[in-house]
T-cell receptor, first 110, second 118 residues
Framework: AQSVSQHNHHVILSEAASLELGCNYSYGGTVNLFWYVQYPGQHLQLLLKYFSGDPLVKGIKGFEAEFIKSKFSFNLRKPSVQWSDTAEYFCAVNKNDMRFGAGTRLTVKP | GAVVSQHPSRVICKSGTSVKIECRSLDFQATTMFWYRQFPKQSLMLMATSNEGSKATYEQGVEKDKFLINHASLTLSTLTVTSAHPEDSSFYIC??????????????FGPGTRLTVL
């Protein structure tokens, strides 16, 4: 079945630590990939997206993601997290409509 | 960028009443609109897809008679939760797309409507 998998349910880091959140998908063919962030009590915000071209995508707030087609992966990274990055992060895949992963809760300790 | 609005942002209603949520694409015409539901601490789950002037297509497990969707124009879709019950309390998020199905037509998301049923 087609799915979007985020393996990390809850990640806890200290400030300045590096972050990598995993995302794998099981769709065949051409897809577009997204990462969204949702701060507590707020709506979705688009962090970055991949449509085509350079598989290393840079987004807002210092986030980046790498599309590895052979691994069906689109992992999110940030070299040095801040307390303000505490939020829920969702990976999403668009083939005919947008489907979301279960989300990863990131807690950054000051 | 493409902007999608929702109204109201929050609504509290009594059990058994109906609630209507509006979704508007402000600066573009949306061929297709989508409704998602997000329960606390969970992901967004697609409820239904609607094309302007057509009946909505509901995902498996979503009751079409309970969640009435109307997509009367290219800029407006409404979701009516009929005979709401406390278990319908959730965050409802709409999304709009320019163009037809396919990976290159991006969906734009509204800010969501928090429904609380007492």
């Amino acid at each position: 079945a087609q799915s979007v998998s985020q393996h990390n349910h809850h990640v806890i880091l200290s400030e300045a630590a590096s972050l990598e959140l995993g995302c794998n998908y099981s769709y065949g063919g051409t897809v577009n990939l997204f990462w969204y962030v949702q701060y507590p009590g707020q709506h979705l915000q688009l962090l970055l997206k991949y449509f085509s071209g350079d598989p290393l995508v840079k987004g807002i707030k210092g986030f980046e993601a790498e599309f590895i087609k052979s691994k069906f992966s689109f992992n999110l990274r940030k070299p040095s997290v801040q307390w303000s990055d505490t939020a829920e992060y969702f990976c999403a895949v668009n083939k005919n409509d947008m489907r979301f992963g279960a989300g990863t809760r990131l807690t950054v300790k000051p | 960028g493409a902007v999608v609005s929702q109204h109201p942002s929050r609504v509290i209603c009594k059990s058994g009443t109906s609630v209507k949520i509006e979704c508007r694409s402000l600066d573009f015409q949306a061929t297709t609109m989508f409704w998602y539901r997000q329960f606390p601490k969970q992901s967004l789950m697609l409820m239904a897809t609607s094309n302007e002037g057509s009946k909505a297509t509901y995902e498996q497990g979503v009751e079409k008679d309970k969640f009435l969707i109307n997509h009367a124009s290219l800029t407006l879709s409404t979701l009516t939760v009929t005979s709401a019950h406390p278990e319908d309390s959730s965050f409802y998020i709409c999304s709009a797309r320019i163009g037809g199905a396919g990976p290159y037509n991006e969906q734009f998301f509204g800010p969501g409507t928090r429904l609380t049923v007492l």
